[in-house]
């Protein structure tokens, strides 16, 4: 009986047989997996500039473009370092703009979003006003901050900060209300009062809403500083990135147009690695979108 | 004959300790309708004892969750009353009157296991070091020992709900409310979910109102199952599970425990076809 049974599997176990030779393998396979991984995450956009930068070098070398119309790669880094001296003071100048509003548009965002979940009549009231806000152009309206602040610098921060304040307030509003209905009855049924239940379920429920409010702000709150200081376009002392694009165009520096372009580019992209990062450390062992994927 | 509405007070019997039949807390005649007119519950009358193990069976949408959170004081009643006995008072020497576990495991998802089972702790301000030692005793006493530190998202479906029901025995509720605690479950895990259940109810006296579709279950845990009528949802019958605690898995193959099971399938197929 037994025996019949055994001829019966016997092709069944060839089969399992064959999988240690396999296992041998996989691990193999999970090394290169994990190179799979990283390879469109790092490797892919890097190869793209090689590829695009060198193009662009070659492109120049080869039609003998002159560098007032455009410079090539290597002699914007050139710039970058020559001129680093007053290019370094518009960075910070920017930089600290950029980052004076993010600030204030978090502080301001994740406040007004908790006061309109907590008074639905103050909502109803002023939500509407912060949409126009975020609806008319900031060029429109930056020639007028510009006119009523007494000083450029103030001008520029309240451009930027209307640009940023936006996705941080409408994001933490929404999450602020996306909250499971039985951790709701749970909260009701511990009698939790309406601090305690702000501080441990709506405002952690909230969180991966306001991080990716606070990816888009970074970005915005930079374009807010350099579009309010092209609008502005008064430059002097401790004027900014953008100042530098405006005199530089006007006095035909082109490669120190394009080492402020290369700089305003890189401080974007900083912005939203560090964001991104910090999107990840504060989700990474709860929400979704910081998972990794078991395989 | 079957039908009836003071629940097991007149009648009681297999109790652990019939000086202890006292209820805990009695509907009476109560209604609810729902704001879009469901009538889900009518004319609902039943006391339940304290201490006592009760299971609540019947078709689905006869209104067996809406007991629950009507007792729970999650909805308001239409009519009728819910009376406790001594008054409802939230907190009573260091107990909470209710917990509830869900039918999800309605766990915080960024919160660890610990931090979870601590949630009703904190909320009822216990200090933070007393909070977090009682909260790593209710983990032991459901076996999760040493998973403290995990997160909802790395724990399977029976370890999330040994977590819920932790954080429900955490505060030594008088009542425990559960609403298809174990629906999720494979048979095996179930199984053991019920005898620990049982352990952790005799370890704390506390009275169980058990929501499930399983007529099994339901007999293999209740003092008493409750039969309920579909449309407008009300009591149909009860049926007293009279054999003695502890019960072990060798319950399960008594022929007390296959009468009961024939007996409470047999009604519930009764009130199901009108
Ligand atoms: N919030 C609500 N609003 C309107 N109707 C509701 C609401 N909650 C429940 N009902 C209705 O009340 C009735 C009873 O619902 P309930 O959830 O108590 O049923 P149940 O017995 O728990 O069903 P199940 O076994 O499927 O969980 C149903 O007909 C349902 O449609
Ligand atoms: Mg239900």
Redesign the interface.
Known sequence: MADARQDIQLPEFAWLEAEPTMSGATHRETEASAFRQLMPRLIAPMLFAVVLFGGWEYAIRAYKIPFYVLPDPLLILKTVVADWGLLSQSLLTTLKVTFQALGLAVVLGVSLAIIFNQFRWFEMAVFPWAVVLQVTPIVSIAPLIIIWADNVRLALLICAWIVAFFPILSNTMIGLNSI?Q??T????????SRF?TLR??RL??A?PYFLSGLRISGGLSLIGAVVAEFVAGTGGQGSGLAYRILEASFELKIPRLFAALFLISATGLCIFALTSLLSWLLLR???ESA?RKER | MRLMNEGVLATATGERNDARQVPVVRLAHVSKRFSNGTLALEDFTFAFPQHGFVSLLGPSGCGKSTIL?LI???NEPTSGAIQWMGGQS?QRDGR?D???V?Q?P?L?????ALRNVM??L???RVPWAEAKSRALEALEQVGLAGFESS???ELSGGMKMRVSIARAIVERPRVLLMDEPFAALDEITRFKMNQDLLKLWQAHEFTVLFVTHSVYEATYLSQHVLIMAPRPGRAYARVAVEAPYPRDEGFRGEPLYHERCAEISALLAETSHG
Not at chain 1, 185 to 192: G, P
Not at chain 2, 108 to 112: E, R, V
């Open positions: 499971d039985n951790l009855n749970l909260f009701q049924l511990y009698r939790a305690d441990y379920l952690p429920a969180m062992h709860w929400h998972m | 959170k729970a004081g999650l939230q909470r209710i917990a509830f869900f999800e309605t915080l998802p960024w919160a660890n949630i009703p904190i909320l009822s997160y909802p998202r």
